[in-house]
């Protein structure tokens, strides 16, 4: 079966850092484009950051770029989420996906996206 478990959220206070992961199995990590989005109560799911499978090209959402990097692990079956210097808006629910089609380029839209993980809640406040 397919699943992707994120893990790495918590409580930070502002300006602090945290690195996501997300964990996949059931399905070759090398093959697909996987995202990283966020959900803050009472707010539509937006595109944090996206890494492709085709030649691992990144995007950034404007709100975080210079602060959040992504990366993958292949051989591990892990892609990362690294976020410095972060801001309390930064809280919400951190989900990882992967998009629907092999060997993709990174698209914005979550609709894209055939698998979810259960996400991650990260706060920042102090």
């Known amino acids: 079966q397919v699943q992707l478990v994120e893990s790495g959220g918590g409580l930070v206070q502002p300006g602090g850092s945290l690195r996501l992961s997300c964990a996949a199995s059931?399905?070759?990590?090398?093959?697909?484009?996987i995202g990283w989005f966020r959900q803050a109560p009472g707010k539509e799911r937006e595109g944090v950051s996206c890494?492709?499978?085709?030649?691992?090209?990144?995007v950034y959402a404007d709100s975080v770029k210079g602060r959040f990097t992504i990366s993958r692990d292949n051989a591990k079956n892990t892609v990362y989420l690294q976020m410095d210097s972060l801001k309390p808006e930064d809280t919400a629910v951190y989900y990882c996906?992967?998009?629907?089609?092999?060997?993709?380029?990174?698209?914005?839209?979550?609709?894209?996206?055939?698998?979810w993980g259960q996400g991650t809640q990260v706060t920042v406040s102090s």
């Open positions: 996906a992967r998009k629907s089609t092999v060997q993709g380029m990174c698209v914005t839209s979550a609709k894209r996206y055939d698998y």
């Open positions: 890494i492709s499978s085709s030649d691992l090209s990144t």
């Open positions: 059931g399905f070759t990590l090398d093959y697909y484009a």
